[in-house]
């Protein structure tokens, strides 16, 4: 089982923005020194704790600072960029990092970003997938493109303007052929979109503030549209993100992982609950459908989507947690807050490790390559 590591980010909207991008920053860099697979990172336009508005703007000043880890968008939000222009940066991305790039894609769920934007009334879900269509025909064809799909918003062609013997009318293609590995994140439970995933070979991770009882819906919707194209799943296509805090004693990680009132956990999901309240999607963390929003509070949710622990105790939790929801090949930390650096820190290391060799040893698959070592 594969390390990675997923962010927002999320940070309290009082801290300075340089701040907290140089934290976010020194994150990912951490993580490529302790051997994580990948590092996803989500973005916003307007949200002030959410706060970076350009996922592949962020990761490319990563490039030259990390070795080996995957850079992702967590994700590009396909439903307020023209796909020429998201091929075209995609691509590019792709050979200055020399392929050490993941496209994540989603159609961007928040409200306020559609509205600056102008489309808050638009079926931003039907845009998401005409956007990739259009990604992938450029990616696959060759100028003038002529790209004119039925029902599909977005026409590209070059064939009025282009001047191909001096380079002109001709869209990059990705370092990575015939394409990078294409992810999107899953949050509804029984979701239609993962299907889809399956069908077209796109990676499904699972969001971490969801119940693992309805991730495990993920997989049995991947294979399904795995089998409607005569394709069996492989377990290790699928991510499963949770938040997980790891410490050297059992009274820190219960502090810090989110009964001390300051802690960046307890910020974290009580955000992500008062978000998904207001746009009626409280589902996600229900254990049955009928179950009252009230109920729903900050401390059900810490119980139910908190993995904290000493070493062992959070060795045992994962292990716990994929008897619930399957087999899968990458578990995705989720990044947060460093209120104490230290002990934001030390939980990476803990978990890279001592927590995953653990693991991967309990569930036969050996111990995953030694980290390289880490700064304090």
């Known amino acids: 089982m594969r390390l990675g590591y997923f962010a927002m980010p ?12 140089r934290e976010d920053r020194e994150a990912v860099i951490l993580a490529d020194r302790l051997g994580f697979h990948d590092a996803f990172i989500g973005e916003h336009l307007t949200d002030r704790v959410e706060a970076i ?27 307020q960029i023209h796909p020429a222009i998201v091929a075209a940066q995609a691509a590019m991305f792709d050979h200055l990092a020399d392929g050490r790039f993941i496209l994540g894609i989603s159609p961007g769920a928040l409200k306020t970003d559609a509205e600056v934007l102008g489309i808050l009334d638009e079926d931003r879900n039907r845009i998401f997938a005409e956007a990739i269509d ?27 303007s282009g001047q191909l013997h001096l380079g002109v009318g001709v869209l990059p293609k990705p370092f990575q052929q015939p394409r990078p590995e294409i992810v999107g994140t899953v949050v509804a439970p029984f979701s239609k979109g993962v299907i889809a995933m399956g069908a077209r070979d796109f990676h499904p991770l699972s969001a971490n503030f969801l119940l693992p009882k309805w991730a495990r819906t993920h997989w049995s919707g991947y294979a399904q549209g795995k089998a409607s194209v005569g394709l069996a799943a492989d377990p290790s296509d699928w991510r499963v993100a949770r938040s997980i805090f790891v410490a050297d004693d059992d009274r820190t990680a219960d502090r810090y992982g989110g009964g001390d009132a300051n802690s960046p956990y307890r ?10 309240a207001i746009s009626g999607r409280l589902a996600v963390f229900k254990e049955h459908p009928n179950m009252d929003d009230d109920a729903v509070t900050d401390d059900y949710v810490l119980d139910r989507l908190m993995i904290s622990g000493s070493i062992n105790r ?17 578990l995705v930390y989720a990044g947060m807050d460093w209120v104490d650096p230290q002990l934001g820190r030390r939980s990476m290391q803990l978990m890279a490790e001592e927590v995953m060799p653990r693991v991967n040893a309990a569930i036969g698959r050996g111990a995953t390559a030694a980290p390289l070592a880490a700064t304090a």
Do not use: C
């Open 10 to 21: 999320m940070h309290p909207a009082e801290r300075p923005w340089r701040d907290t991008l």
């Open 53 to 79: 508005t350009n996922s592949l703007l962020f990761l490319a000043t990563l490039i030259s600072d990390t070795r080996q880890i995957r850079l992702a968008t967590g994700t590009t939000n396909l439903s």
């Open 134 to 160: 259009v990604i992938l025909q450029i990616w696959e064809r060759d100028p003038p493109y002529d790209i004119d799909l039925p029902n599909n918003r977005f026409k590209v062609s070059t064939a009025r």
């Open 267 to 276: 910020f974290y999901h009580r955000q992500i609950r008062s978000k998904f």
């Open 314 to 330: 959070v060795v045992d939790e994962i292990l716990r947690m994929r008897e619930e929801i399957g087999d899968f090949g990458e």
